[in-house]
């Protein structure tokens, strides 16, 4: 996907910065997921039984992004500007969702 990043790219020239290749993993995985969930269609039953809520897994997720994110900030040794946005946002978002679905 040389349209996002390379030089001259779509995405770097609307200022879009790509941290360790994120852009392209997310786009792939996005389609990929979209396309899964044409193929498999609606879970047996929807409509018809209620579907158990999912909260508790929230928890596990944001540990997961937590890691995985906060090691990608830090991923060029030093703490710039650049690196600072997403840090910041790595460690509020997680707290506002949690915020927002409990209340």
């Not at 001259?8 to 389609?31: E, P, Q, R, W």
């Not at 090691?71 to 997680?94: D, K, R």
Request: proline fraction near 7%; include cysteine; glycine fraction near 16%.
């Amino acid at each position: 996907m040389p349209y996002g990043w390379g030089p001259g790219g779509y995405l770097l020239d609307k200022g879009a910065l790509d941290f360790a290749g994120g852009t392209v993993v997310h786009i792939n995985s996005g389609v990929a997921g979209l396309v899964a969930a044409y193929v498999l269609g609606k879970r047996i039953g929807y409509g018809k039984e209620p579907m158990p809520p999912t909260h508790y897994h929230d928890v596990d997720r944001a540990q997961f992004l937590w890691m995985v994110g906060l090691v990608q900030c830090g991923s060029n040794l030093e703490a710039t500007s650049g690196a600072t946005l997403p840090f910041a946002t790595l460690i509020s978002q997680p707290a506002l969702q949690f915020s927002m679905d409990v209340g």
